[in-house]
């Protein structure tokens, strides 16, 4: 059964910092490309990062750029998103997600990712 295990999320002042984590189990966490994705209240799911098989090569959505890193360890088996200067906009569940592309691309859409997290939420307050 494969399974990912959201953790990190939090109450955090404007400008502050969190670090979300990712567990995965029930699948070859290295064969996947992952993201993160957000969901606030009344909003659609929207794209947050994603990180290929290998790490070497990431992309972010522009409201994200330059605040937040994704990083992962495929011997964790274990996905990470630091966020610093956060933001009240940037409250949302955030969730973690493997693609269904497998190796290719960093895939950046709800409908190339299969397997997700519960959720954790992210509370910025201003």
Do not use: H
Request: hydrophobic letters at 35%; aromatic letters at 12%.
């Amino acid at each position: 059964q494969v399974q990912w295990v959201e953790s990190g999320g939090g109450l955090v002042q404007a400008g502050g910092s969190l670090r979300l984590s990712c567990a995965a189990s029930g699948r070859t966490f290295s064969l996947y490309a992952m993201g993160w994705f957000r969901q606030a209240p009344g909003k659609e799911r929207e794209f947050v990062a994603c990180i290929n098989y290998s790490s070497d090569t990431t992309t972010y959505a522009d409201s994200v750029k330059g605040r937040f890193t994704i990083s992962r360890d495929n011997f964790k088996n274990t996905v990470y998103l630091q966020m610093n200067s956060l933001q009240p906009e940037d409250t949302a569940v955030y969730y973690c997600a493997s693609s269904r592309l497998g190796r290719r691309g960093v895939p950046t859409i709800v409908a190339d990712y299969d397997y997700w997290g519960q959720g954790t939420q992210v509370t910025v307050s201003s």
